[in-house]
C-alpha cells in the first residue's frame, strides 16, 4: 500500500471514529466529513465525480436474480474521486449500512444495494458485492483502458487482474454486521480495497 492510501485510510478511520451512527448517515454526515478531511490534508477531492472518472454508459455490477450485466444509460456516480497532483490517488464510497447482504438469495428491498460483480472469480463463479463497492471496481477497471467485454470475461481472484493500476478503494459504512465483512471479504481481498466500519457489529 503506497503512502498515499495510508495516510488516507488513517485520516479516515480517526476522523469519523466520533460520527454518531443513528439514521441514514453515509451521504448525510461520511461523504461530507471524509471530503472535508481530505480536503484539508491537501487532496483534492471531488464529489460525486463531477469530472467524470467513471465514464458514461458503461455498467457497474450484475443483478443477483438474472445474473445479468445490469445496463447502464446514464452514468455511475463514485462518491468521493480523490486526487493527488492530478492523478488518482483513492475512491471512496460511503453507506449508511449494508444490511442488503445476503449469503444466500437476494434481498427482498426495493433497489436493493447487493449485486453480483461483474467480473468473476477463479472458479467462474461470481463476487457478491455491493452496489457501492462495484462501482469502484468498475471504475477503478475502466481507468485501464480496458473494455467491458475484457472485464465480463476476466476469472481470477487477484487483485494485480481486478485493480491493474492498484487504485485505493475504500468503503465506508455507519454500521456493519460480521455477516456483512465476511460476506465482502473475497470481493475486498480480490481488489486490494479497504472497509472502514464507523460501528463494527457482531
Same mark, same amino acid.
Given at each position: ?24 448517515? &453515509? ?47 446514464? #452514468? ?89 493500476? &492498484? ?9 456493519? #454486521? ?13 481488489? &486490494? ?10
Amino acid at each position: 500500500m503506497n503512502d498515499d492510501a495510508n495516510a488516507i485510510l488513517q485520516l479516515i478511520r480517526h476522523g469519523t471514529a466520533s460520527v454518531p451512527i443513528r439514521g441514514k448517515v &453515509g451521504k448525510r454526515l461520511l461523504q461530507p466529513k471524509i471530503a472535508q478531511l481530505l480536503t484539508a490534508a491537501g487532496y483534492d477531492v471531488d464529489v460525486e465525480d463531477t469530472r467524470g472518472f467513471f465514464p458514461p454508459s458503461l455498467p457497474a455490477w450484475r443483478d443477483k436474480q438474472s445474473f445479468e450485466v445490469v445496463v447502464t444509460t446514464g #452514468r455511475r456516480r463514485i462518491d468521493l474521486v480523490v486526487r493527488r497532483n492530478e492523478n488518482v490517488v483513492a475512491l471512496i464510497e460511503t453507506e449508511s449500512d449494508l444490511n442488503d447482504l445476503r449469503e444466500h438469495g437476494v434481498s427482498g428491498r426495493s433497489d436493493h444495494y447487493d449485486v453480483f460483480s461483474v467480473a468473476g472469480r477463479v472458479d467462474g463463479t461470481w463476487f457478491h458485492s455491493y452496489k457501492s463497492l462495484e462501482r469502484m471496481a468498475s471504475a477503478a477497471w475502466y481507468a485501464t483502458g480496458r473494455s467491458q467485454e475484457a472485464l465480463q470475461q476476466l476469472r481470477s481472484d487477484a487483485r494485480e487482474a481486478h485493480n491493474p493500476k &492498484g487504485i485505493c478503494l475504500i468503503l465506508v459504512t455507519g454500521s456493519s #454486521r460480521a455477516l456483512d465483512r465476511r460476506i465482502l471479504t473475497p470481493r475486498l481481498n480480490a481488489l &486490494g480495497a479497504s472497509l472502514i466500519s464507523v460501528a463494527a457489529r457482531n
